[in-house]
């Protein structure tokens, strides 16, 4: 039986895939006792009617609905906050747990006494063996662009600061990661990062961000990088910077091709960001120009037939 360990999620109008992405692991929350905590900042009455329903499945379901709604920002806060257990599982609502994967962190939190506990997840280009980091700038140029996967981390809540009076408007969208830096250059600290791949996300996941994703991963990534403590160094976080575009593909040359045809990628953009891009993508400017005015029909057309030709290579 766990005492120590639950899960919170943050979530805001995901009903159905939150629902399925649990009921995945419902079994082993029913094994190890894990309570769930739900803060749902949704517009709509659907979490809850998911709730209701998990509720009957496994009596350690608790529920909050923001009556008025947080952001993605408080939320985060609101969410680590909610357990009475001192580990907490801060999970994205698109994010899946695989199976297994809660008697290992059980497993970890038995074997020493750690602030944090990060796990390798599906789809990442990552390959660390396991080991404890006690040292802040090791951490953030190994992993910093991994910790912005919601659902990577377990925080020790006896571990860290007092996060109700935690500084959320310098960390904008990353207060989830902000929290683990800032606990680091306050403390000795450590992390235990197990390379296992305990979590994937859900196939149907439609991102919040993609319509603002430049705004969030230049001007709000750097700006959670730079607002943090001096002891990290303006190289380490600029490293982290481009890592976080190189690793997960986020501002390579296909990603821009596909924020043209969503809409998401124009001229505009390349005046706003063009003196940025070196710092957070190696695709090659001119591209990135002449790309921002390409007509988005006949582009999403060439896309759509490169794919079919990709797919009739592989079959």
Known sequence: MSTKLAIAIPTYNRAEMLEYNLLQIIDELIQYHIPVYISDD??????????????????????KKNEISLGHDLNCLHTISLPIENYVWYMGDSMIIKKGAIQKILSIMDGGDYDFI????????????NMVFSNGVELMEMLCWHLTMT??????KSKIFDIANFEVSKFKNFPQIAIIFEQFAANESRLFWTNEKLIYSNSQKN???ESK???????????????LSEVYTMGAKNGALLQHSLKTGIFSCRSFVLYRIGGFYNYEIFKKYKDDFKNFTRTNSLFLLILSFVWIK???KFNFFLRRINLNFRN
């Not at 990060?118 to 063996?129: H, P, Q, T, V």
């Open 207 to 209: 991102s919040y961000w």
């Open 118 to 129: 990060c796990c390798n997840a599906e789809g990442r280009d990552l390959d660390i063996n």
């Open 42 to 63: 949704s517009t709509n009455d659907e979490t809850e009617k998911v709730f209701d329903r998990l509720k009957d499945k496994h009596k350690l379901f608790h529920y």
């Open 151 to 156: 659902g990577a981390t377990v925080y020790n």
């Open 298 to 300: 006949p582009l999403s």
């Open 213 to 227: 994703v430049f705004e969030v991963f230049i001007d709000d990534y750097r700006s959670f990088l730079y607002n």
